[in-house]
């Protein structure tokens, strides 16, 4: 295999909390060389001008939707493979929320199957933690761990029988297995599609409290203390919340918690005149959640950043906005929004790669995310400064339903490598 060198870098690492100029060697897949000087001499490698850019570890993204089985129409593994290198995300960890769900061996396998031979990243599914998504019965765990499963949930179908998640929960933790978890009550958040306060009702709209997550996070961190599970909270959006999650993790309890971008970057005003295309679950918070949530990534309390790619057809958005399907794409854009988060000083490049990079590829026993000799080569070589209006037609999704269409975004992904290998690289 060709070695590669990237020069004239300022590299990003995670670990140690630093940017520093320098040179990267990539050779058989691993990052074979960190060198403190920006353009050494390398016999017999490519060479790669990376004028400055930073280079940091391939984001591994937990949480995307991709449509198959079932919904291959809204998006395949080839375009979500395609819309993921381009968005430097070097691992995509897939939700089980399929149709079928992905709740057998056999399921699972085909997805494997079809992502090796179409996704030009690597893809890591999850499968349902019961059967079906309904909640009754939980899957076989031991033989879906077998055939690949990275972890269990249920996605946004919160179980309401708790003998059954703890059942569930205890059969995990014997296991080892991870358990993600959608912390919601189920009963006050039914049919929300806003948060509730002022906004909401003046746009008339149905809408849940922030209390509904803190509820639902409290009643999980309960069966996590009773089990004592591997957990991990998908999202958390809300300030009241964190007190229940900083409890957690103080107690001592294998606990980790997640949020997405749009959480991170978006507040409940954007919905402005009903755009649903900002229309996405849970639902958009106040500012002052908003910048609570941005501080608790910040101080590690959040501790993983992602897309949640949920890609939708046009016919399921335009539709009125409590009627209209969440859920926004975000493989692609999801960089460059966050980038926001930096340019306005909130968050610095290696705290944001920490909760992209490092902190999912930890969660989940992987070898990446790290900028270190003998780490895979999975890496993002990004221009934080690049600006550019994004046009949502000229995505690599099938399904276009981002948001910030037609936004004007500070940041382009320039080349992202997968195990040494160019995958994507800027025309």
């Known amino acids: 295999m060709t070695a590669t060198l990237l020069t004239n870098a300022r590299l990003i690492d995670p670990e140690a909390d630093t940017v520093s100029e320098g040179a990267v060697l990539l050779r058989d897949g691993l990052i074979a060389e960190i060198f403190k000087e920006p353009d050494p001499q390398v016999a017999d490698a490519e060479r790669i001008d990376a004028g400055g850019a930073f280079l940091a570890p391939g984001i591994v993204d937990i949480g995307v939707k991709v449509g198959e089985p079932g919904d ?3 998006e395949s593994y080839k375009t979500a493979g395609l819309a993921a290198a381009a968005g430097g995300v070097t691992t995509m960890v897939t939700r089980p929320d399929t149709d079928p769900a992905i709740d057998t061996p056999e399921v ?23 059967k079906g998504r309904a909640g009754r019965e939980m899957t076989e765990l031991g033989f879906l761990l077998d055939a690949g499963a990275v972890a269990f949930t249920d996605c946004d179908h919160v179980l309401t029988d708790t003998k059954v998640l703890s059942r569930a929960m205890t059969y995990a933790r ?3 297995a991870l358990v993600m978890c959608h912390p919601q009550e189920p009963g006050l958040s039914k ?13 008339g709209l149905p809408a849940v409290s922030p209390m509904a997550e803190r509820m639902g ?12 599970v591997r957990y991990h909270a998908d999202q958390i959006t809300t300030a009241r919340a964190l007190p229940a999650l900083e409890r957690a993790k103080k107690n ?11 959480h991170l970057t978006l507040n409940e005003l954007d919905v402005s005149d009903y755009r649903t295309f900002f229309k996405v679950k849970p639902p958009l918070r106040s500012e002052e959640d908003r910048q609570a949530t941005v501080e608790a990534v910040r101080s590690g309390l959040i501790d993983i950043i992602g897309s949640f790619h949920t890609p939708q057809d046009e016919e399921s958005k335009r539709l009125p906005f409590e009627e209209a399907a969440s859920g926004a794409v975000g493989l692609e854009t999801m960089l460059p929004v966050l980038l926001r988060l930096y340019h306005s000083g909130e968050l610095e490049l290696p705290t944001l790669f920490r909760a992209l990079s490092l902190n999912p590829a930890k969660r989940l026993g992987l070898a990446s995310g790290r900028m270190a000799k003998g780490a895979p080569a999975d890496l993002v070589l990004f221009d934080a400064d690049k600006p550019f209006v994004l046009d949502r037609f000229k995505l690599q999704s099938k399904s276009k339903n981002t948001p910030f269409d037609g936004a004007r975004l500070q940041g382009k992904v320039l080349a992202t490598f997968v195990a040494g290998t160019a995958v994507y690289r800027s025309a």
């Open 252 to 262: 001592g309890f294998d606990v980790t918690a997640g949020t997405s971008m749009h």
């Open 108 to 130: 699972l396998e085909f997805i494997r199957d079809r992502a090796e031979d179409d996704a030009p990243v690597h893809v890591l599914p999850m499968a349902a933690l019961t």
């Open 72 to 74: 291959r129409h809204k």
């Open 217 to 228: 996070l409290d009643r999980d961190i309960a069966l996590v203390e009773m089990t004592g």
């Open 174 to 176: 014997s296991l080892g």
């Open 191 to 203: 049919g929300g599609a806003a948060t509730s306060g002022k906004f909401a009702s003046l746009r």
